[in-house]
């Protein structure tokens, strides 16, 4: 069992519509980032949330952190085919002096002109 | 400032061989993680290495080893290679531990 589920999986859609992907787990996070991976390339960084009930925006993405920080979303507005990628959810998990960046499974996003 | 650079990018072994590969991170960073990206499994988590200390590792057999050396380059080795092994390796640099993290393009290993 993935420590974060991502939702959905797969999603296409046409130029122009908006999208809402989810990031959700049953662990409480201290902070929680988005990442973007295009084709041939390692993932990105976008956003980094950190309090609870955070909105972040870039450009045409909007990111919420939950209240109670188990949970985040990714909406993205009017869509743009160089939007397509894999996107990513990640959360440092601690155990002891130990910590690692952990991620979700991701969901592929397909715009279409 | 450049990124984060690893070679080869990519890379066709045999069974039974031994690979390794190679990772700069950012200049001033001094943490290199490790990732195994599958279509299967997604990112997987390998090590991590701080100061030339491997602080964290993931749940990979012992044939997954790597090193960081004193001006904070890290190398992985992956010996004994299996079919299941083929797949897209990344680096990520990280100011200081295991914050948010700058990846490479990746190694593309394909395990013949």
Known sequence: TQLLEQSPQFLSIQEGENLTVYCNSSSVFSSLQWYRQEPGEGPVLLVTVVTGGEVKKLKRLTFQFGDARKDSSLHITAAQPGDTGLYLCAAIISSGSARQLTFGSGTQLTVLP | ?112
């Open chain 2, 1 to 112: 400032k450049a990124g984060v650079t690893q070679t080869p990018r990519y890379l066709i072994k045999t069974r039974g061989q031994q690979v390794t590969l190679s990772c700069s991170p950012i200049s001033g960073h001094r943490s290199v993680s490790w990732y195994q990206q599958t279509p299967g499994q997604g990112l997987q988590f390998l090590f991590e290495y701080f100061s030339e200390t491997q602080r964290n590792k993931g749940n990979f057999p012992g044939r997954f080893s790597g090193r960081q050396f004193s001006n904070s380059r890290s190398e992985m080795n992956v010996s004994t290679l299996e079919l299941g092994d083929s797949a897209l390796y990344l680096c990520a640099s990280s100011p200081v531990w295991n914050t948010e993290a700058f990846f490479g393009q990746g190694t593309r290993l394909t395990v013949v």
